[in-house]
Each structure stands twice: as structure tokens, then as C-alpha cells.
């Protein structure tokens, strides 16, 4: 089992436990049938997933790291740099390019449409960390392999680098009442659940920030961050598909990338 299959499994029971414990929103507080249901298929959708990436993408990335080796291709092994250097640049170039996916994926019509199907769970908690469209998982693994390649990364330097961020999704996904001392102090090195929680908001101005999945930084530099410390009122969700129909299983597949292209509720004034 790979590492980052354990430490996500590790961590994301945590994170249910806290969130029973000490909820950020209320959400489910009196319906845990309506919680399990939710729960259960975000789950299913990130297993399903990982399922998927396995069978297609486990013997090309092999086949990938092969030849770059053997052509001395990506910009580590140009350079021919040494392993305790390598491994940091190759989290921060890594990380870099996840910022420009995901923001990419706001952007684009037809990326947006697989996209909103993440953006659409109203109750978020830290399952939302692994509720995304299949379409948008393939496309993003096509796309990894590709920098991979590029920057002259290894196999295990990507699958440290997923062990590392996947925690971290997992935890600014969650619904815990974290204190905001605490999340002020994290936010200096990674993205936090307060952060988070703006770019999951309604307002199309708040869902396009904040794009940032490990390191904060980019948002910092690029003009993306936008906080609020009113976090609390924060209302979660895309407003054209609350209804039932699109949080099904069969909603999040089918209908969401298939619904007209909604509105997105213009950019607020602010």
C-alpha cells in the first residue's frame, strides 16, 4: 500500500473523530444518516479515483521516469542535481504547477464544468478533499506526468510530494473548529482551513482566490489571496446544484458536467 494511501486513511479518520467532536458548521448535527450518506460518497468517488489512476497511470509514469533517465530529460537531471537540493525543488516546482492547474481549471468553460462538481458539496468537510470528477482526475494525472517530466523529477519524488499534500487538502477541507491562532500561525506555511474556506464560498469573486494546495505563497505573489475574518459567514457551495439530484452519485458523474453552463454569481463589489 502506497504511503500516502496510509497517512490520508490516518489522517482523514482524524479528522472525522474532530469533526464529530468540534464542527466548524453545524452541518449534519442532527441527522448523522444524512452525514454517513454524504461521507459515503465522497469516498466512494476519491476510491474509485484512486482506482483509475492506478490502472492507467502507474505503468507510464514508470515508462516515463525510464526514458528521462536514460535521455537525461527534466531540469534536475540537466543540471545534474544533487538529491538533498533536489527533492525540496522538486516540491515547490511541483506545487507550483498545481497552483496553475487549479486555477486553470476555474478559467476554462469545459475544465470548470468537471471542476464545479468539487465546488458543489455545500456540507464541506474532509472528504470534499477527495470528491472530484473522474475527468478532472485523469486530465490532472495526464498533466502531472508532463511536469514530472519536465522538471526531471522521479516517481518517488511525486509520490512524496502526494503523500505530503494530500494531509494537508485533507485537513483545509475539514469541518474542525480549529482556533483561529492557530490557523494564523499555519498559514504561514501551508493552506489552511480558514483560507480554504473562502475559495469554496458562493461568491464567484471568493471561489476564484486562493488557489494554493500545499504552500500559500503563490496566492501571496500572484494577486490570488483573499481573506476574510468573518470566516464563519462563509456560505459553502455553488447555489445551482444544492438540489439532490446533483449530489447523488449519479449527480456528481452526469448531471453537474452536463448542466448548462450556470451564471456564477458575478464578482461581489468588494
Known sequence: MEPKTVIGGLVLVSLWLSET????YAQFRNDRSARIRHDARNLFIGIFNSGIVAV???????????????????LLRSY???????IPVAIV??????????????AIPILWRFHRVHHADANMDATTGVRFHTVEVVLSY?????????VGMSIWQLALYEAIVLP??????????????????????????????????RLRA????????????W??????LRLREDVGAVQIGLDEFDADDYQSLAGMILRTPRSPEPSRLPRDPT
Open 21 to 24: 467532536w468540534l464542527p466548524f
Open 56 to 74: 492507467l497511470f502507474s505503468g507510464f509514469a514508470v515508462v516515463a521516469e525510464t526514458w528521462g533517465d536514460s535521455n537525461g530529460y527534466g
Open 80 to 86: 545534474s542535481v544533487p538529491r538533498g537540493v533536489a
Open 93 to 106: 516546482l511541483f506545487d507550483f504547477w498545481m497552483y496553475v492547474w487549479h486555477r486553470v481549471n476555474h
Open 142 to 150: 495526464v498533466t502531472k506526468i508532463a511536469v514530472m517530466q519536465l
Open 168 to 201: 494537508v487538502v485533507l485537513v483545509h477541507h475539514s469541518n474542525v473548529a480549529l482556533p483561529r491562532w492557530i490557523d494564523r500561525g499555519l498559514l504561514f506555511l501551508i493552506v489552511t482551513p480558514a483560507m480554504h474556506r473562502v475559495h469554496h464560498s
Open 206 to 217: 471568493e471561489t476564484d482566490s486562493n488557489y494554493g494546495s500545499l504552500f500559500p505563497y
Open 219 to 224: 496566492d501571496y505573489a500572484l494577486g490570488s
